[in-house]
DNA sequence: CTACAAATTCAAGTCGACTTGAGGTCAATA
DNA sequence: TATTGACCTCAAGTCGACTTGAATTTGTAG
C-alpha cells in the first residue's frame, strides 16, 4: 500500500485529479511511475501538496511555490530569497489583522456612516501605512461563495 | 479642491484610472457627479479604496467587499455574516503563519529533504489542521514578481 | 476473452479583475 | 475660435489555475 493512484491522492488531499495532473505538468511535484497509463504516487506527495495547498493560501503563484518547496523539496531560492518572502508574509498579516479589526468594528458601530467614525478613521490609517504597491491576492471563487466548504472542481 | 477627477484618485491611491472605472461599474464606489463627461469624486472615495485594496489583500472578491462595505459605507451584511468573515480572516492568518514559520524553517534546515525533518513535519500538521476546504487566494501577478513595486495595471 | 471502470492525453473553455484599443466628447488653453 | 489632451464608452483581450470533453488505453473483474 506504498503507492497510490491519483484517485487515492485526490481523496487524501481533497485536490482534483485534474489539478494533480496540473501540478505534475508545471513540475511541483513528481510521480514515481506508472502502471500501465496510470500515474502512481509515493507517500511524499502528500506532504508535497499540503505545501502547494499552504502556499496558494498564502497567495504565491504555482511558479513561486516551485521556487520556494521544489518537487524534491529542496527550494531554488536562496535563502536571503526565502527570507523575502516571509517578510512579505508578515506584511501580508498584518493587513489580514487590519482588516479583520475592520470588519469587526463595522459590524459594532452605531455610526452611521464610517468616514464619520474615528475609530474606523484610526484603522484606515493603520492599514494604508505599506499598503501602497503590496502583493494583492484574489481567489477565482470556486462558484460556491466563501464559506461552501469546497475543494476541487471550482468553476 | 474639494472634487477630484479620476487621474488625482489614482494618484493619490495607486489604483489605475481604469481600475477605478472598474470599481464604479460594479457599484463599489461612486463618483459624486460630471464636469462634462469626466466624473469628481469626492474624498470620501480615497476612503473607500482604501477599504477595497484592504478586502482584495484578504482575498475577497469585489462583489464579497462591495456586501461588507457597501459604497455607501454601510454594509449589505449582516451582523453575523460580517463575524463569520472575520472569523474566517482569522483562520486565514494562522494558515499564513504556519506558512512563514514553514519558509523561514526551508530557509534555515540544513536537512537535505524536509520530508525526514521532524520540525518540517510538525508545521505540516498545524498547517494541515483545518485547512481542508478552505478558502484559497492567488494572485494574478501583476506581470511583475512579487517584489516588485506596483499598483495597478496587473495582468 | 470481453467488458468496463478508471485513468490517460490534448485542446479548448471558464472565471474574475482588470487592461487595452479604437473612436468619440468636451473644458480649458493658446 | 481652434486645438489639445484628459477623459469618456464599449468591445475585446489577457492572465493564472484549473476544468471539461472527446477520443483513447489499460488492468482487472466476470
Chains 1, 2 share one sequence.
Not at 56 to 69: H, Q, R, V, Y
Amino acid at each position: 500500500m506504498k503507492f497510490m493512484d491519483i484517485s487515492e491522492v485526490s481523496k487524501h488531499t481533497g485536490i482534483a485529479a485534474s489539478a494533480i495532473r496540473h501540478y505534475e505538468e508545471k513540475g511541483l511535484i513528481t510521480s514515481v511511475g506508472r502502471r500501465g497509463l496510470k500515474r502512481l504516487f509515493g507517500p511524499d506527495v502528500l506532504d508535497q501538496l499540503a505545501l502547494i495547498t499552504l502556499g496558494k493560501t498564502g497567495g504565491f503563484s504555482l511558479e513561486e511555490i516551485k521556487a520556494m518547496f521544489g518537487p524534491d523539496g529542496r527550494p531554488a531560492l536562496s535563502r536571503p530569497g526565502l527570507h523575502q518572502r516571509a517578510d512579505e508574509l508578515d506584511r501580508q498579516i498584518h493587513t489580514l489583522e487590519a482588516l479583520r479589526d475592520m470588519i469587526r468594528h463595522v459590524a459594532d458601530c452605531p455610526a452611521s456612516s464610517h468616514t464619520e467614525c474615528p475609530k474606523f478613521q484610526q484603522l484606515i490609517r493603520i492599514s494604508g501605512r505599506r499598503n501602497r504597491g503590496e502583493r494583492v491576492l484574489w481567489p477565482p471563487k470556486p462558484a460556491g461563495s466563501i464559506s461552501g466548504r469546497r475543494r476541487s472542481s471550482p468553476s
